[in-house]
């Protein structure tokens, strides 16, 4: 046996208490927290039980209140058939059990915190759920916190963030289906939607794809993600993740899947749109002439982030006629003394600002405060001073850097992309930089996630359909969901 469930699925028990048990402390021969109590039940009929579990991940008061005290103190009666039927029904007062012979079953039922009840001369075993491993506790997700709107979070254990989706969605429609993946650690993956509106042929597609995946572990939803999606090397995000119930039972209402993960408190959802990119998690719970104007500020924001250092640099080293006299003057008396190009001072400044965002994430919360204030003013202006690079590069990349801090699910598109544009600006000058965003345009135009238009919404232009894109218009007048549903007619007679 090479120690995967998967090799004892064609083996069933004896009916032997003795040699099962033996089977069971043979396969966890060296896991400590396996525990095998043996049970006499007692009465007109003595009857020999071994209760198999595993320490921690099981609840020690069910164990005791709803098993072991009712096969004691509860007499064993004379009778006739299945004796795993009339414990279960007659004896035990577990809220789930269920009749099991196969051992694959009963592993993966093991593993995942179920009590298992072995019973003499019976090939049917009793699988009880008694679940009680602990959980981190529903807290508001560190990445997605809002001022207004739900502050509940989803964490690591499947069952309770599907439990909190349900609470949301309080409705027949929803529909959630369980795959396992991973040969060794036979993960629960939930697939998430509502009947009536998702397409069920994109369901079966991710189904599928979903089965097909053959790897020794899922630790999270990204161990997914990279083996479902169509094409792996793209700029922009093809899928959703969240840690919030809402914001996914949003997107159910919507059409869209959602893929729970046990082990990780991140969802995704799919279909995933090139206008989400742009949405704030709140902007569905404030007024809608706010979230409206923040929302064309994000657009701005992307815009400036990946323009202003490729700007700069083709007019102060191609086009300087467009600069007015006295500023591209100043703009050269800054910048005597520095040793490097433009070109180089640009992207030495872009990697340092990554280098001390990605510092300032990844240190405590105290210390990375710290961290950007002393990088951002210390350091900055040392090197100003220094005649290391000049002030006017420093300030073109901190202002682009401010504006892609907006975007937080852009930022690796606008990592890259700030990158690019300022080569084709450094070699080809404006011209370049037009034609970057010619093919930035193109490119996002031809985006496709999961056979959904990443623009639908662009492409199929209406009033209807750009009243959640570039602005969000009231929830009186958003009367269709996105094009790609099933049903998109959100209120009105025929939802």
């Given at each position: 046996?090479?120690?995967?469930?998967?090799?004892?699925?064609?083996?069933?028990?004896?009916?032997?208490?003795?040699?099962?048990?033996?089977?069971?402390?043979?396969?966890?021969?060296?896991?400590?927290?396996?525990?095998?109590?043996?049970?006499?039940?007692?009465?007109?009929?003595?009857?020999?039980?071994?209760?198999?579990?595993?320490?921690?991940?099981?609840?020690?008061?069910?164990?005791?209140?709803?098993?072991?005290?009712?096969?004691?103190?509860?007499?064993?009666?004379?009778?006739?058939?299945?004796?795993?039927?009339?414990?279960?029904?007659?004896?035990?007062?577990?809220?789930?059990?269920?009749?099991?012979?196969?051992?694959?079953?009963?592993?993966?039922?093991?593993?995942?915190?179920?009590?298992?009840?072995?019973?003499?001369?019976?090939?049917?075993?009793?699988?009880?759920?008694?679940?009680?491993?602990?959980?981190?506790?529903?807290?508001?997700?560190?990445?997605?916190?809002?001022?207004?709107?739900?502050?509940?979070?989803?964490?690591?254990?499947?069952?309770?963030?599907?439990?909190?989706?349900?609470?949301?969605?309080?409705?027949?429609?929803?529909?959630?289906?369980?795959?396992?993946?991973?040969?060794?650690?036979?993960?629960?993956?939930?697939?998430?939607?509502?009947?009536?509106?998702?397409?069920?042929?994109?369901?079966?597609?991710?189904?599928?794809?979903?089965?097909?995946?053959?790897?020794?572990?899922?630790?999270?939803?990204?161990?997914?993600?990279?083996?479902?999606?169509?094409?792996r090397f793209s700029l922009f995000k093809r899928n959703g993740t969240t840690e919030r119930p809402d914001i996914v039972a949003a997107r159910l209402l919507e059409g869209r899947i959602a893929i729970v993960v046990d082990g990780t408190p991140m969802v995704v959802t799919i279909p995933y749109l090139f206008s989400e990119n742009f949405q704030s998690d709140e902007d569905y719970y404030q007024n809608f002439l706010l979230s409206s104007a923040e929302r064309c500020l994000r657009y701005f924001?992307?815009?400036?982030?990946?323009?202003?250092?490729?700007?700069?640099?083709?007019?102060?080293?191609?086009?300087?006629?467009?600069?007015?006299?006295?500023?591209?003057?100043?703009?050269?008396?800054l910048r005597g003394g520095v040793p490097f190009t433009p070109v180089s001072e640009c992207i030495i400044m872009i990697l340092v600002f990554e280098i001390l965002k990605e510092a300032g994430i990844r240190m405590s919360q105290n210390l990375g405060h710290a961290l950007s204030i002393v990088g951002g003013l210390v350091v900055g202006q040392a090197a100003v001073e220094a005649r290391i690079i000049s002030s006017p590069i420093l300030i073109t990349v901190a202002l682009s850097g401010i504006a892609g801090l907006m975007l937080p699910r852009l930022k690796t598109a606008v990592f890259y992309l700030r990158i690019a544009f300022v080569l084709l600006s450094a070699f080809l000058g404006l011209y370049g930089y037009i034609m970057g965003a010619m093919l930035l345009g193109i490119y996002i135009l031809s985006i496709y996630s999961y056979s959904t238009d990443y623009t639908v919404s662009l492409k199929k232009a209406s009033l209807q359909s750009l009243k959640d894109t570039l602005f969000r218009a009231s929830w009186k007048n958003m009367k269709e969901r996105p094009l790609f549903n099933r049903n998109i007619s959100r209120q009105g007679k025929n939802k």
């Open positions: 046996m090479s120690g995967q469930i998967a090799d004892y699925k064609n083996c069933n028990l004896s009916g032997n208490l003795e040699r099962d048990v033996a089977l069971f402390k043979d396969i966890f021969k060296k896991d400590v927290i396996l525990r095998v109590k043996e049970i006499t039940a007692r009465g007109e009929k003595t009857l020999e039980c071994a209760l198999v579990y595993m320490d921690g991940m099981t609840d020690s008061d069910q164990i005791n209140e709803a098993i072991i005290r009712p096969l004691i103190t509860v007499g064993m009666a004379d009778m006739s058939g299945d004796i795993a039927d009339f414990v279960g029904k007659q004896m035990l007062f577990a809220r789930d059990v269920k009749k099991i012979s196969n051992i694959a079953e009963i592993l993966q039922g093991v593993l995942y915190g179920e009590a298992l009840l072995l019973i003499n001369g019976s090939k049917n075993a009793l699988m009880m759920d008694v679940k009680g491993f602990r959980t981190r506790g529903i807290t508001e997700p560190m990445e997605e916190r809002i001022l207004q709107g739900p502050r509940e979070g989803f964490e690591e254990a499947a069952l309770l963030n599907l439990a909190m989706i349900r609470r949301k969605l309080l409705t027949p429609d929803l529909c959630i289906e369980m795959l396992r993946v991973g040969r060794r650690t036979s993960t629960a993956v939930f697939v998430c939607y509502l009947g009536t509106l998702a397409d069920q042929k994109t369901v079966e597609k991710i189904k599928q794809k979903i089965g097909k995946i053959n790897i020794d572990g899922i630790l999270d939803t990204n161990y997914i993600v990279e083996q479902i999606s169509g094409k924001c992307f815009f400036l982030s990946i323009s202003i250092p490729a700007v700069f640099i083709a007019i102060s080293t191609f086009h300087r006629q467009l600069l007015p006299t006295s500023f591209a003057i100043s703009v050269m008396q």
